[in-house]
Every structure is written in C-alpha cells, then in structure tokens.
C-alpha cells in the first residue's frame, strides 16, 4: 500500500476538520462571500395564504393562479403484489422538462466545471452548490418576469460546443408525477468568464467537496453521475458479473410484469391524509407534509414569492453495498417501483428508507440489508455524508449517504450486482436510474477520482 495515499475513510474523517487542508481556502473564502449576497428568507405561512396560489381548504389541486410551474395534486397508486398494494398521496406535478447543466472547460489539461452558489427556500443552510444551469422551462421562457438565466445558451445550443452527456432523467417518484429534467454536460473551448455567484472549480475539487453535509445540491449530484465512470474512462463500460445486455433484459422483464396504476383523486379524498391551516398531512404523522412558505430572495432571478412545499419527516438514508469482483467494483442495486415514475421501475440503491419508520419493525417488516448498512464498522464505511435533496419543491428535505463494502455476495429478487461503469452507461438513456443511485453514482466518482484516492486504497480485498 502507497503510504502516501489514505483510504478514503482517513480522507473523509479529515474532511471534518474545519483547518483541513483538503478543503481549499479559495473556495472557501469565495463560498462565504457569496452568502453576503445570495440567499433566501423562509417563512412557513397557512396554506389559504400563499401569494399567488390557489389553496383553498376544498380546492382540487393546489396551482399557481398563471397554470404554470407546478401543482399539487392527489393520486391514488395500485401495486399488485407490491409490499403496499395501494394507498393515497398528495404528489409534484411539474410537466414541463427543465435544463440541469454544468458547462465545463479544460483549464491546464484539467477539467473545470463552471458551478453556482444558489440559495434554494427549502435548503436546510441556505446556500448550496448547483449546475451551470438549474432552470424549468418556465423560468427560462420568463414567465417569472424575472431576470435572464445565465449561460443558458451553452444548453440551448449545445450543438456548437462538445455534448459530454445530454439525458432526461426523472426526479424522486415518490414525490414528484412523471418529473423530467434535461441533464446536460457540454464542454467549451472558450474562455467563459464567472459571473458575480459562479465559480470554476477543478473536477476533482468539486467532487471532495461531496464529503461535506449539505454543501454539493442534489441537481449537481445528478448531472456528476452523468459523467463516464471514472469521470475520464471511455464511455463503453467494462463487463461486470452480468453484462449490460442481460442487466437490459431483467430490467425489462421486471418492467413487463409488474402492474402498477395511478388515478388522480382531488386533495380533500385522499385517504388517511388530513388537512389543518399549516399542512396537509398522513395521519399516521409519518412520510411527508405539503406546507406553505412565503420567500424573500438575493441573488435569484426573482426577489419575492409564495409557494407549497414538501417536508418530509425525519432524515433519509440511501446507501450502495459494494465489493470487488477480480479486482472490479460493484454495487448492489435494487429494482424501485415507485408511483411518479414515467416506466415502472428504476435501479435504485440497494438500502432507501427513512430508519425511524422501521424502528420498531423486525422480520420481513424491516427493509433488507439495513441492518448490515447501519451495523457496519469504521473499516467498511467508505463514505458517509448527509446530503440534501431538491430545495426548490422539497423543504429540508435529507439523506445520509453510505456506501459501505461487503464481502457476501448475496442477489435476492429483484436484486443484482453491476458496475458503476454499467450504471453510467444506462444514463446516456433515459428513466433507468433512479435519482438517490444517480446521488450515490456522484459519491463514488469522487472515491475513485485519483485526487482522492481510489475505493481500494489502503484497504484489502473483502473476505
């Protein structure tokens, strides 16, 4: 083992240490002048105020007075043979196909990425880390009436410039209806200045900073994954234990088999779900709430406005087991159904749940593998940060991310081991994997990236 590389979990411990030499001063000291002007102030307000909506107790759906942007409607989901074969939510319904892009530029060989400092209602500490370009299709056709967005042309007219990566992929099914966001990676031979709140940031600099809670958004997450794995490797992966062809196929079987269906329901009929003045909630007090906020803003395109939220109960968790095979990395995933998705099922991460749902659950009641996720020790925990999802629709809204080795080999139904290098070949397509493995797919490239170090760094084959 070269002593001069630590594993990646001395290089995570360290992370935590606010004098680290890992963080590097530069972005720091430029991250905490953005927050003098960029940032949000939330007020969580009754639902019947929020400005510009339409909220009534009795109302349907809960839309903006324009009919664009996003409602908040019901559904009513039928899973035969699921776990849960049928039950009532609110839901997202955001139709339209937003631009999640990371315009990136070779800098003295290297490969830079051109991120924002972006102040989100629902981010938990205000200010995070966001793509080039993080816009719906309402905010950059300007029916905000707010300002530009910048560097929108470099996605718009992406065909002037190289396309690294240019995909739709879902968000959270469990939250959001049939939600596609355009994930774009397009490089530039230009020499494209920063603009007051953006910042060029080294690859593998922007991957680190990952380690950190809450500091690298989700929409970021989701357009790194995108990148060939590791990020310079060529696209075609490597054969795993079963090649992409019959990783396809049991996709597709699944997606053949499986009857799921989705019917809207008007709010007020949603099933075990209660509305107050403040929320609209499970009455098991468990899942999520729909909430009202009112914002003020700096630094985004618009200064002031209302709008529902999502706040979900307690702190997620979303975690990759992991081992080698002949040398070769792999992860477990695990075939998700969820009622928002565009076909089916996605490949999602081997553990997803919230753990204090399932405190008191044992046998088949607790979901498989979570108990080797949290019982695992220091030596096989390779990464483990709390990350946030989406601040614009989803309010304080987090998960711990783990990815921890395994030496047991086990691939129950619906189950399957397969590269890292296979997952990013099945996002240069659409709707294959789901947003928490597409987090997770980001959290390794910044454990292989040779400025961190590799996975197996410092660390033996697993027994």
Not at 328 to 333: F, K, N, R, S
Request: glycine share 10%; aromatic share 6%; net charge neutral.
């Amino acid at each position: 083992m070269p002593q001069s590389r630590p594993s990646p979990r001395e290089l995570l411990m360290n992370a935590s240490m606010g004098d680290s030499p890992s963080v590097p001063s530069a972005f720091r000291h430029w991250f905490e002048d953005a927050r003098k002007s960029i940032y949000t102030h939330v007020e969580r307000v009754p639902l019947a105020s929020v400005t510009g909506w339409h909220c009534d107790p009795d109302a349907p759906a809960l839309t903006h007075h324009t009919g664009r942007f996003f409602s908040i409607e019901g559904i009513r989901t039928h899973h035969a043979g699921g776990p849960v074969e049928h039950w009532d939510q609110p839901v997202i319904n955001q139709p339209e196909t937003g631009i999640l892009g990371i315009l990136v530029r070779r800098i003295d060989g290297e490969l830079h990425c051109l991120m924002q400092a972006k102040a989100e209602p629902g981010n938990i500490n205000g200010l995070q880390l966001s793509p080039t370009v993080q816009a719906t299709r309402s905010n950059f056709t300007g029916v905000h009436r707010g300002k530009s967005v910048p560097y929108l042309r470099y996605f718009r007219e992406a065909g002037a410039h190289r396309i690294l990566a240019d995909s739709r992929q879902s968000e959270q099914g469990t939250w959001f209806l049939r939600k596609r966001n355009r994930n774009m990676i397009v490089e530039t031979a230009e020499e494209v200045p920063a603009a007051e709140g953006f910042r060029w940031l080294p690859l593998g600099e922007l991957l680190g900073l990952l380690r950190f809670d809450d500091l690298v958004g989700m929409d970021a997450r989701s357009v790194l994954a995108c990148l060939p794995f590791p990020p310079d490797a060529p696209a075609s992966p490597p054969g795993g234990r079963s090649g992409t062809a019959p990783l396809l196929s049991w996709i597709t079987e699944a997606r053949s088999r499986i009857e799921v269906t989705t019917e809207r329901v008007p709010l007020p009929r949603l099933e075990r779900w209660r509305r107050d003045p403040l929320a609209i909630s499970h009455e098991s007090g468990r899942f999520f709430d729909v909430i009202g906020v009112r914002v003020k803003a700096a630094g985004r395109e618009v200064a002031a406005w209302g709008q529902p939220m999502i706040a979900a109960h307690g702190t997620g968790l979303v975690a990759f087991l992991v081992t080698r095979v002949e040398g070769v990395l792999h992860v477990l995933v695990r075939q998700r159904v969820e009622p928002g998705f565009v076909d089916v099922l996605e490949l999602g991460p081997t553990v997803q749940c919230t753990p204090r749902d399932h405190e008191s659950d044992s046998g088949t009641g607790r979901p498989r593998f979570l108990d080797e996720v949290l019982g695992a020790g220091p030596d096989r925990i390779l990464f483990d940060t709390v990350l946030s999802d989406e601040g614009g629709r989803l309010f304080h809204t987090r998960s711990r991310h783990l990815i921890v080795e395994t030496g047991h080999l086990p691939e129950p139904p619906g189950y399957r081991w397969t590269t890292p290098a296979q997952l990013s070949a099945l996002l240069r397509h659409s709707h294959y994997v789901t947003m928490q493995a597409r987090s997770l797919l980001a959290c390794l490239h910044a454990l292989e990236h040779p400025a961190y170090g590799t996975a197996e760094a410092g660390r033996g084959e697993p027994s």
